[in-house]
Nanobody, 116 residues
Framework: QVQFVESGGGLVQPGGSLTLSCATSGNINSIVAVAWYRQAPGKQREWVAVISRGGSTNFADSVKGRFTISRDNYKDAVYLQMNRLRPEDTAAYYC??????????WGQGTQVTVSS
């Protein structure tokens, strides 16, 4: 099973930007689609963005127009560029396969806090 390691989170003011990175332990081309997910305190984990092996992307309505997702097949990495961040974007962000496989293995995630 592919392992994922997230990084790049931090504290940012509303309206700011961050880029998250997701490193995979194996060949990213072996994964049909990779997605970013997030979980805010007291809430369920939700899907944020997905990118297919072919480069097709899709986004949750809450982030559409503000976030972009990309992948580097040579570096086995996926990125999430987050612009115009809002306090409601505050959450721990995770990457994983899409759809989530049975018995998924989750990384430690990376915390994004949007606050003035």
């Amino acid at each position: 099973q592919v392992q994922f390691v997230e990084s790049g989170g931090g504290l940012v003011q509303p309206g700011g930007s961050l880029t998250l990175s997701c490193a995979t332990s194996g060949n990213i081309n072996s994964i049909v689609a990779v997605a970013w997910y997030r979980q805010a305190p007291g809430k369920q984990r939700e899907w944020v963005a997905v990118i297919s092996r072919g480069g097709s992307t899709n986004f949750a309505d809450s982030v559409k127009g503000r976030f972009t997702i990309s992948r580097d097949n040579y570096k086995d990495a996926v990125y999430l560029q987050m612009n115009r961040l809002r306090p409601e974007d505050t959450a721990a962000y995770y990457c994983n396969e899409y759809p989530i496989p049975a018995g998924p293995s989750w990384g430690q995630g990376t915390q994004v806090t949007v606050s003035s």
